[in-house]
């Protein structure tokens, strides 16, 4: 069975502070998603990861990915209120299905709580 | 920009009842997906589908049916309601899966279903 584990699950911070949530997963994938969520909408893609040691910037969010460690990184630098949300990271079930199957296995959320 | 829409963003509906839900997205894109969030849990995937007319299990089917006689179009199908069902369901689409390609899967707003 194909996990992804983050963590925390809860994070309330100041802004100007760094943060990072991280993100495990139980087996190999060629693809690593991440997501924001505010509440009662949808998700908004933020990043997607491909190959180990990829690193992707947008803002003052970071994303990084180490297949060999199975661990991706959300750094968050100087945040701000408006970065408060739910985080999610995602696995393609691609390869762990040995292409057989698609759609994403997701981490249960990190809500990040943002405070003057 | 790409657009996924569904047919209801509330939805309140008795046990029994058989519940259709419906995802439309613009893009032609191949691959659609059905996932469920709840509480806690993240997201899990229901059904997908690579073509039309054609379905593959997620991980959670049981309970659930799908539909896909257009291209654009993806149907989650409730035969019998239940309160285990009530839930948000979002539905999201993606192009077909080409190596060292960052595609993304774009979601829909949502439908919140409630099961009484």
């Known amino acids: 069975e194909l996990k992804v584990e983050q963590n925390p699950l809860f994070l309330s911070m100041q802004e100007e502070k760094n943060y990072t949530i991280y993100c495990n997963y139980s087996?190999?994938?060629?693809?690593l998603y991440w997501y924001r969520q505010d509440p009662g909408k949808s998700l908004e893609s933020l990043f997607v990861?491909?190959?180990?040691?990829a690193v992707k910037q947008e803002g003052r969010l970071m994303a990084s990915l180490d297949t060999k460690a199975r661990l991706s990184t959300l750094h968050i630098t100087a945040a701000v209120h408006d970065l408060s949300a739910t985080y999610f990271c995602a696995v393609d079930m691609w390869e762990y299905s040995g292409g057989g199957a698609d759609g994403l296995t997701f981490g249960k959320g990190t809500h990040l709580i943002i405070q003057p | 920009d790409v657009k996924v829409t569904q047919s209801s963003r509330y939805l309140v509906k008795r046990t029994g009842e058989k519940v259709f839900l419906e995802c439309v997205q613009d893009?032609?894109?191949?691959?659609m997906f059905w996932y469920r969030q709840d509480p806690g849990l993240g997201l899990r995937l229901i059904y997908f589908s690579y073509d039309v007319k054609m379905k593959e299990k997620g991980d959670i089917p049981e309970g659930y049916s799908v539909s896909r006689e257009k291209k654009e179009r993806f149907s989650l199908i409730l035969e019998s309601a239940s309160t285990n069902q009530t839930s948000m369901y979002l539905c999201?689409?993606?192009?077909?899966?080409?190596?060292?390609?960052?595609?993304?899967?774009?979601f829909g707003p949502g439908t919140r279903l409630t099961v009484l």
């Open positions: 893009m032609d894109h191949e691959n």
């Open positions: 990861l491909l190959s180990n040691g």
């Open positions: 087996t190999t994938s060629d693809r």
């Open positions: 999201a689409s993606t192009t077909i899966r080409l190596a060292g390609v960052a595609d993304t899967q774009y």
